[in-house]
C-alpha cells in the first residue's frame, strides 16, 4: 500500500521560507513521477510542482522561480522548498505520486498546512 506523510508545514510571514517534506512508503520514488498539490480556501487544486523518474521538473507559474522540487531516492523522499513565500501561497499542501494521463495523481497524502501572513 502506497503511503505518502507531508510534514514541514506552519506559519510564516511574507518573504520567509519554508521547506515541506514527504516520506513515501510501498513503492519506489525512482521509478514513479510526483509532485506537490495545493489547495487554498474557497479554491480548486492547483498543481505546483512536478517532478518525473527522470529528474525533469515542472513548475506552475504561480511559484516558478520561488519554489523547488526536489527528491532523494535513496530517503523515499519528496521535497518542496518555499522562498519568498506570498500570502497567496497559503494553502493545504499535498504531496502525490503517480502521475495520470490526465494530468492528476494516483495517490495522495494528507496534506501539511502552509500560512503566509502579510
Known amino acids: 500500500q502506497v503511503q505518502l506523510l507531508e510534514s514541514g508545514g506552519g506559519s510564516v510571514q511574507a518573504g520567509g521560507s519554508l521547506r515541506l517534506s514527504c516520506a513515501a512508503s510501498g513503492y519506489t520514488s525512482s521509478n514513479f513521477c510526483m509532485g506537490w498539490v495545493r489547495q487554498a480556501p474557497g479554491k480548486e487544486h492547483e498543481g505546483i510542482a512536478t517532478i518525473n523518474s527522470a529528474g525533469w521538473v515542472s513548475y506552475a507559474d504561480s511559484v516558478e522561480g520561488r519554489f523547488t522540487i526536489s527528491k532523494d531516492s535513496a530517503k523515499n523522499s519528496l521535497y518542496l522548498q518555499m522562498n519568498n513565500l506570498k500570502a497567496e501561497d497559503t494553502a493545504m499542501y499535498y504531496c502525490?505520486?503517480?502521475?495520470?494521463?490526465?494530468?492528476?495523481?494516483?495517490?495522495w497524502g494528507q496534506g501539511t498546512q502552509v500560512t503566509v501572513s502579510s
Open positions: 502525490a505520486a503517480g502521475c495520470t494521463a490526465a494530468g492528476g495523481y494516483k495517490f
